[in-house]
């Protein structure tokens, strides 16, 4: 198995996204922050389903599984973007 650069680059995004997103969802109070944490979440699922084609030889053999977990995230991309721009939106103009 080869290992490029942006494969290298790929895992250690994801593994700190999903470093971030506990602490973003664990807070209290703040839904903004809830907010960033689900999407950041939602990036990282993206980004692994990336990486499983990317690594297709390996993980088609031990994982075919990955294959099927991010490609749904991608859709909250779109309603995350515009609930996070409301919101910075209402609070520019407030």
């Known amino acids: 198995m080869n290992l490029s ?3 290298i680059m790929l895992v250690v995004l994801f593994f700190q996204l999903l470093s971030i997103s506990p602490f973003l969802l664990i ?3 703040k839904n903004s922050r809830k907010f960033l944490g689900f999407f950041l979440l939602a990036k990282a699922l993206c980004i ?3 990486i499983a084609f990317r690594l297709y030889n390996y993980t088609l053999d031990y994982f ?3 294959f099927y977990l991010g490609s749904s995230f ?3 991309w779109g309603p ?3 609930s996070m ?3 910075l ?3 520019i103009l407030s």
Do not use: A, M, R
Request: aromatic share 12%; proline share 4%.
């Open 48 to 50: 692994s389903n990336f």
């Open 5 to 7: 650069f942006v494969d």
């Open 74 to 76: 991608t859709i909250l």
């Open 80 to 82: 995350y973007s515009i």
């Open 85 to 87: 721009l409301n919101q």
């Open 89 to 91: 939106q209402s609070k």
């Open 64 to 66: 075919p599984h990955l």
């Open 27 to 29: 807070e209290k109070g």
